[in-house]
């Protein structure tokens, strides 16, 4: 099986997830790496280069010419390793390449930013063109929300076939009751082992809004913020972000003593993170489905969040508590009540706990990646795939 992805935009745990559901499919993957993508080394994993794009000789040579070079170059790599599925992730002139060599049957996964910013694009722009055009070329789409497949269709002004599937955790890493990581984590932060911490997760940038939520925070009646800390995942691109800024913000609104900034780290330190929290924040402008929520969700983390239509997907909604007003008020208004209704939200926690092991464990989601996979090569338009399993 071949396994092309572009995560130039993603991060690379998301990139090693996929890999690592691939092979609880039972697949054998060789995944192919973009230029200057880190190696992500995932056991009983084939690994190639993604072939050159010839950038530099498009002015001497012209489009037309480079881009033959490059499907013939991506065909070499497809008859090397002569995969049964071909699999490519995040939709964008990359994708675009691969479908126009000509590697069937594909798989596409789409990461919700890659098709938002498409279908915010003129109708004449290239990579909205090339966007549209991959998306009527694949053979089968994966999504992580109603929201997304919509999008999609609207973008390949077309019906297509699709499957929505987050990508899934493990339940028995992101688990409740992790007293220990949570104490340790508390220590290194200086927080008070009584006070409440609330917790942005998703990655810095202006569309995730942590200046909205800094202000929310700061907003809080006395009797809240007082024993109260945020804090606030600063890794990722931080488009449209200045840390400076917000730090400054902070000192402004004289919080910055109850603010703890995380940057990068490992996987696997995340669950003990969610068990320092208390509440978790999301308020983004545009999203897909948040694998975040399932994060928390399994960790019996309560989620405030603000409501976007792609949440209402994968039946999370019951779960989440959310922000009546669209604003900083509104965060703040919904922060208060979550601190007064504590026992309430841990009972609605431990509900959302039982719904992601039941649906979305990584098991779960590795099983629907399989049955994609098979039904793809059941389509008889692919005979070189017969046989080869």
Sequence with gaps: MMFGVDFGRQTHVHCSRYIHLARLAGCNVTFVEYPGIERHDVQDVAYRRYPRRFRSFEKLLGTRTTHLLRKQSMRLVSRYVRPDVCHAHWFDDQLWHITQAGLRPLVATAWGSDLNYAAKLPGGDTLRQRVAAALRSIDHLIVDSDDMAATAELLAGKELCATLLPIGIDTQQFRPGLYQERKEWRERLRIDPSATVLISARQLG?????????????????????RTYLIIRSFGHGSGVSMT???????????????????????????????????????????????????????????????????????????????????????????????????????????????????????????????????????????????RS
């Design 206 to 226: 202006a569309n995730y809004r942590p200046a909205e939520i800094i202000r929310a925070f700061a907003a809080l009646d006395c009797k809240y913020r007082k």
């Design 245 to 387: 800024e917000l730090h400054r913000m902070a000192a402004r609104l004289r919080v910055s003593d109850q603010i703890r900034w995380i940057g990068d780290l490992e996987y696997i330190q995340l669950p003990g993170l969610y068990a320092a929290a208390d509440l978790a924040i999301n308020f983004p402008v545009v999203d897909a489905f948040p694998v975040t929520f399932l994060e928390c969700f399994a960790c019996s983390l309560p989620v405030i969040s603000n409501r976007l239509a792609s949440y209402a997907s994968n039946g999370a909604s019951p779960y989440l508590f959310f922000v009546e007003d669209d604003s900083v008020r509104g965060v703040k208004a919904a922060v208060e009540a979550a601190i007064e209704r504590f026992d309430q939200l841990h009972t609605l926690a431990a509900g959302a706990r039982e719904f992601v092991v039941r649906n979305f464990d990584e098991r779960v989601s590795a099983c629907t990646l399989r049955q994609v996979y098979e039904a793809v090569l059941a389509d008889v338009r692919y005979p070189t795939a017969q046989g």
